[in-house]
Nanobody, 121 residues
Framework: VQLQASGGGLVQAGGSLRLSCAAS????????VGWFRQAPGKEREFVAV????????YYADSVKGRFTISRDNAKNTVYLEMNSLKPEDTAIYYC???????????????WGQGTLVTVSS
């Protein structure tokens, strides 16, 4: 499976963005898909993950209540709706797949190129 994240951009604090993760090849619908982010000088961190059927979703505490992950297997796409954005949300956002019940970046694969989100204060 190959993944491509898109939808990033520059937004003011309090604003919203919707990221998309489009998949090609493989059986996308059989994978859990996670969103991660990496800010300058920091390690890649978990943001959200969704089960293969969309029934189970899990969020990092830092984004809980503000971000929503969803998927449309018919379109081979996973989304990350980001609301009430804060300057500390500034990072490159990546999506990746896993067959394991985990939030560790090392357990995910098929990393695509990320999309940059910049939140100004």
């Amino acid at each position: 499976v190959q993944l491509q994240a898109s939808g990033g951009g520059l937004v003011q604090a309090g604003g919203s963005l919707r990221l998309s993760c489009a998949a090609s090849g493989g059986t996308f619908s059989s994978y859990r898909v996670g969103w991660f982010r990496q800010a300058p000088g920091k390690e890649r961190e978990f943001v959200a993950v969704i089960s293969w059927n969309g029934y189970t979703r899990y969020y990092a505490d830092s984004v809980k209540g503000r971000f929503t992950i969803s998927r449309d297997n018919a379109k081979n796409t996973v989304y990350l709706e980001m609301n009430s954005l804060k300057p500390e949300d500034t990072a490159i956002y990546y999506c990746a797949t896993s067959r394991r019940s985990t939030t560790m970046p090392a357990d995910f694969g098929s990393w695509g190129q990320g999309t940059l989100v910049t939140v100004s204060s």
